[in-house]
């Protein structure tokens, strides 16, 4: 049997979802502001360069070898001194997540490579 406390908390928290439930239901309509398109002046240019290498022996046998290198070198090096992981032998039957190499030049505004 319930007392009438724990009778009056129920009813409280059967009402503070209702209300709670009825504000959501308010909060998910649509915004009615207008959206405008922004275009870009005429002389405004995007460059795509997909020369970049996808994979790390594209990296190491394209031109620019010993620049990737390097900047593997870097990467690795900043791992190791921010401790972001520890090699450990894996345990039989654990599945280890893998990992990919991402390859991307980033350039200076007047379109030299940065980094």
């Not at 190491?60 to 791992?79: F, H």
Request: proline fraction near 3%.
């Amino acid at each position: 049997m319930r007392s009438s406390a724990s009778s009056s908390i129920v009813s409280s928290l059967e009402q503070l979802v209702e209300t709670y439930s009825e504000s959501i239901s308010e909060d998910l309509r649509r915004s009615k502001r207008h959206w405008t398109k922004k275009s870009f002046v005429d002389d405004f240019y995007t460059y795509l360069i997909e020369d970049d290498p996808l994979i790390f022996l594209e990296a190491i046998n394209s031109l620019d070898a010993n620049l990737w290198e390097q900047a593997i070198r870097i990467e690795i090096d900043s791992i190791k001194k921010n401790n972001s992981w520890t090699l450990v032998d894996i345990l039989e039957g654990a599945n280890p997540i893998g990992c990919k190499w991402i390859f991307k030049r980033k350039y200076n505004p007047n379109g030299s490579i940065d980094k």
